[in-house]
């Protein structure tokens, strides 16, 4: 029997009138200080609480925010919204004892809670703790339920943490027998979680180095899972990195602060480098130079975040983004989910107008490429990346190859797409330039040239084939849509096998 239907069937004996007489025990007096928070909590998210401009969730993700703010007026709205949720919600429903949002609720009463709990003859806190217990002891038969990846991480984290608070062994070793679970299935050998998303690798990093905080602080030993894992996938965010110290746009990510991301490396403890590969999460990086080179080379995940970009780049020289995906929409922005997923979001071949992967509305994958292959070479330097997928297989019955080398000075890139199959498809090519690159097309030779951000000039070239420049939009940062600009190669399926070549150089000796 699957979790999921275990939880379902579960959720009938939850819902029942004697079900909360199961969950009793002796609840914690008083719980045990936490770790400092290293993340900065949000002051306009604390002022529309204060004012009464915005409504509070299930999972008190909002206490943090009152909390940084740390007056009495902030105080006294969190006590009071509290006061108002233990009153709607001291019985079991579906929404707010979710496995996700109620792990999260308890990481927050454990790190915040003094700031709204006064003294022992505090009406409140008895109140609060029992409640909190209560929902632990429910926690810890509903787990995983039907959470899958990060969330799950962060479930069983808000588990132990409030077990460490309240000094409850017993459902400490609980929680720790799911963590050790989850770490090895959903973190790769290489580092890389199973979601492929960078932007799920950074919140993966801040969820563990909180965890391992936990610990640390109440003096207790790191379990060996959580710091394997720390030092396992903190090189994999390094390696998502571009110049600039933002994150690759691959599988619903954005570019993120840098600081915050360089926050968490240092927090993680780990010094170890990249790695050139990641065989088991299927990306590549290519560095020479000032340039970096991102590939996804990997089989799409089955559900969210996967997008249909197999075979996709991302490219930076120094500080300066010059080629990427798109990013990321908003929680809720389904047509925008929909669009960013397509393989024309992407750096990548599209062939037939249609995606290399079958993903519906709500992320679920149908055909995707069951065979990826990749082979990396390197040379005094220089580096060739030869790689391959079937995607386009059933619809069509191509086979895109895509080979990359880049100079060993990082000053010359040069690429080949090439689709074996029959005639008759339409294809396009699709270099998403950052918003930062101003690109200006020849009228002599049919190439475009390119100006980035740091002043730096380079031009791309293609052969037998004029680039067109056309509009595209980059989600790569929070807030409405930027503009921005992709050049496009545009062609069809000969017999056998069709080739398009194109390159990137720098203009001048920066």
């Not at 969950?23 to 009464?52: H, K, S, T």
């Not at 959903?186 to 979680?193: L, M």
């Not at 929409?329 to 037939?352: K, M």
């Not at 849509?481 to 390159?503: E, F, M, Y």
Request: net charge neutral; with cysteine.
């Amino acid at each position: 029997m699957s979790a999921r239907l275990r939880y379902r069937l579960g959720t009938l004996l939850y819902g029942l009138p004697l079900y909360g007489a199961t969950l009793g025990g002796r609840p914690p007096i008083a719980l045990a200080g936490g770790p400092a928070d290293p993340w900065p909590g949000n002051p306009v998210n604390a002022l529309a609480l204060i004012e009464g401009k915005a409504t509070a969730d299930d999972a008190f993700a909002w206490l943090k925010d009152l909390a940084v703010s740390g007056d009495e007026r902030a105080r006294n709205v969190a006590r009071a919204l509290i006061e108002g949720w233990l009153e709607t919600h001291a019985h079991w429903s579906a929404k707010a004892w979710h496995p996700a949002v109620l792990g999260e609720r308890l990481y927050r009463i454990a790190a915040d809670g003094d700031f709204i709990m006064g003294g022992l003859d505090d009406p409140l806190r008895p109140r609060l703790l029992e409640a909190m217990a209560r929902q632990a002891r429910h926690l810890r038969r509903a787990l995983p339920g039907d959470v899958v990846g990060r969330p799950l991480l962060r479930a069983i984290g808000g588990l132990i943490a409030w077990n460490l608070a309240a000094g409850d062994e017993e459902g400490l070793a609980e929680g720790l027998f799911h963590l050790d679970r989850q770490l090895a299935s959903q973190i790769h050998p290489d580092g890389v979680h199973e979601s492929r998303s960078p932007g799920e690798q950074f919140r993966l990093i801040r969820d563990l180095v909180d965890l391992r905080a936990w610990f640390l602080a109440l003096r207790r030993p790191v379990p060996e899972s959580l710091q394997v894992a720390v030092d396992r996938a903190a090189p994999m965010l390094r390696f998502f990195r571009h110049g600039d110290g933002g994150l690759a746009l691959f599988n619903a990510s954005r570019e993120e602060e840098p600081s915050q991301i360089a926050l968490a490396l240092t927090l993680s403890g780990s010094r170890a480098k990249p790695m050139n590969g990641a065989p088991h999460g299927g990306f590549q990086r290519l560095a020479a130079g000032k340039t970096v080179l991102l590939v996804d080379c990997g089989v799409p995940v089955d559900g969210w975040p996967a997008h249909a970009g197999t075979l996709s780049f991302e490219m930076s020289v120094g500080k300066a983004r010059l080629v990427g995906n798109l990013g990321a929409a908003d929680e809720g922005e389904e047509s925008w989910q929909t669009a960013l997923r397509a393989t024309a979001a992407h750096s990548t071949l599209i062939a037939g107008d249609t995606n290399s992967s079958d993903i519906d509305p709500g992320g679920r994958i149908g055909r995707k490429p069951i065979s990826v292959t990749t082979s990396r070479d390197e040379q005094e330097g220089a580096i060739w990346l030869d790689m391959s997928h079937d995607g386009y297989l059933k619809p069509f019955g191509l086979i895109h190859r895509r080979r990359l080398h880049l100079d060993a000075e990082g000053g010359r890139l040069r690429g080949e797409d090439t689709l074996t199959g029959p005639a008759g498809t339409a294809i396009a090519v699709r270099f998403h330039l950052h918003p930062s690159v101003h690109a200006l097309p020849q009228q002599e030779g049919g190439g475009v040239l390119l100006k980035l951000e740091d002043g730096q000039g380079w031009r791309f070239r293609a052969q037998d084939i004029r680039p067109v420049l056309e509009p595209s939009l980059y989600r790569g940062r929070p807030g409405e849509p930027r503009r921005s600009q992709q050049i496009v190669l545009s062609g069809v399926t000969l017999d056998r096998a069709t080739s398009i070549k194109w390159g990137f150089d720098r203009l001048g000796g920066r």
